[in-house]
């Protein structure tokens, strides 16, 4: 329990000292990635007038039903569909949120799928 006290303050660290410099504007809005045990989620959002622009999740049934939402291959099918639901919206730049996770698996894996679907970052 004590480890996963620490763990959980430190993504929290992490996450307050990367939203320092990491904000969305409506031309450039924040991509931000959360990350469960069993899902991933991925918001895109204008930080200046507080607006969700897309949402993609593991949890969505047509997702859902692909099988389990906590790995990498289910990350890289989340970051496609965010990125062809921005491009439909006319976004093609984002600002990444990593949301204090560590880049490299899922949260990586989501990166490079959005990349390669068409946003820049």
């Given amino acids: 329990m004590y480890n996963r006290v620490n763990r959980k303050a430190a993504l929290a660290r992490r996450h307050r000292r990367l939203r320092k410099s990491v904000s969305g504007t409506p031309e450039r809005p924040r991509l931000a990635v959360f990350r469960s045990l069993a899902h991933t989620y991925v918001q895109i959002i204008d930080d200046t ?3 969700t622009l897309v949402s993609v999740s593991t ?3 047509e997702l859902k039903a692909m099988g389990y939402g906590g790995n990498a ?5 989340v ?3 965010a990125a ?3 491009i439909e919206k006319g976004i093609r730049q984002v ?4 949301g204090g996770n560590i880049y490299h698996g899922r949260v990586a ?3 490079e ?4 679907g068409g946003l820049s970052f």
Avoid at 73 to 77: I, M, P, T
């Fill in 79 to 81: 970051g496609k569909i």
């Fill in 95 to 98: 600002v990444f949120d990593r």
């Fill in 109 to 111: 894996a989501l990166a």
């Fill in 84 to 86: 062809q639901r921005a």
């Fill in 59 to 61: 949890v969505e049934p």
């Fill in 113 to 116: 799928a959005a990349r390669e």
């Fill in 73 to 77: 291959a289910a990350a890289k099918l």
């Fill in 49 to 51: 007038t507080g607006r």
